[in-house]
């Protein structure tokens, strides 16, 4: 399942952290878990990590989970458990839900060509946040990205971590089509579209890598809890590595941390 919402707000923080997890139905076989009115760090990581605990289990009937910001979507078989059994199994996993239940962290290196045709919002996004286009560059390429969760189309990335200079309204006007690789900033979110779609966001440059390749053995090349780091390359390195891609023969930068 992917969640369907808007490219979340302009403004990050709401600072609502609920003193005890709200269970809400949703439909008659899923159960949303929601644990804050707030977009963070630390309260997507108990998303994060309840869904681990979750998958580490495997609890009999619980059929799947979708992560958001602030909130765990669980389906379950209301055939194999009731609402009651189904809340009581995962308010006894929310105590241990937190930055020490996590699957293994993984830094993934994105090459993006930055500006012209592939980034073309980028020295509007420049003068309206009075910075060169090169300092908006040097900027975003040098922060490292969270993956808060996966939505909207198969593979998008909502993501922070972006400086706060970099802070900027998204457009007045979405665009109906923006290509698929498009890398974007709105708000205090970056975005990377992995399919043609409408959007909203500054487009500042372009990935020649896939995050959604439905033949691929691994179709969604990102997952909730990456930290991304964009990698500077030119018009000639973005077309070999197009052609690499296409070839089969390109494989990302990612470095999993064990133990």
């Known amino acids: 399942m992917v969640p369907i919402s808007s490219w979340g707000s302009d403004q990050e923080e709401h600072h609502i952290i ?23 760090v630390e309260v997507n990581t108990r998303v994060r990590s309840l869904e681990y605990l979750i998958h580490e289990e495997r609890p009999a009937g619980i059929l799947e989970t979708v992560p958001t910001f602030r909130a765990l979507l669980v389906y379950y078989d209301p055939l194999t458990l009731g609402w009651d059994e189904v809340v009581g199994r995962l308010r006894g996993l929310l105590p241990r839900a937190g930055a020490g239940h996590l699957p293994p962290s993984r830094l993934v290196e994105l090459p993006c060509c930055y500006g012209g045709e ?15 286009p090169e300092e908006v560059v040097r900027l975003h ?15 998008l990335p909502y993501m922070t971590g972006m400086p706060e200079r970099l802070t900027i309204p998204r457009l007045e ?11 974007g900033i709105g ?22 890598l896939r995050l959604y390749d439905p033949a691929a053995p ?9 930290r991304v780091r964009f990698r500077v390359i ?9 052609e690499a891609v296409a070839a089969g023969s390109f494989r990302p930068e990612i470095v999993e941390a064990r133990g």
Not at 187 to 204: A, D, F, K, M, R
């Open 18 to 40: 609920y003193a005890e997890p709200k269970f809400l139905p949703a439909g008659d076989r899923a159960v949303s878990v929601e644990l804050a009115d707030e977009i963070s």
């Open 118 to 132: 592939h980034g073309p919002d980028l020295e509007a996004a420049g003068a309206r946040l009075a910075l060169a």
């Open 141 to 155: 390429a040098g922060a490292e990205h969270l993956v808060y969760f996966l939505g909207f189309t198969p593979g």
């Open 173 to 183: 006007t979405p665009r109906t089509r923006v290509p698929a690789g498009m890398v």
């Open 187 to 208: 708000g205090n979110q970056c975005c990377i579209y992995p399919v043609e779609s409408p959007g909203g966001y500054w487009l500042l440059g372009r990935t020649p």
């Open 218 to 226: 691994d179709p969604i090349l990102l997952r909730p809890g990456d």
């Open 234 to 242: 030119d018009a000639a390195e973005y077309r070999a590595i197009v």
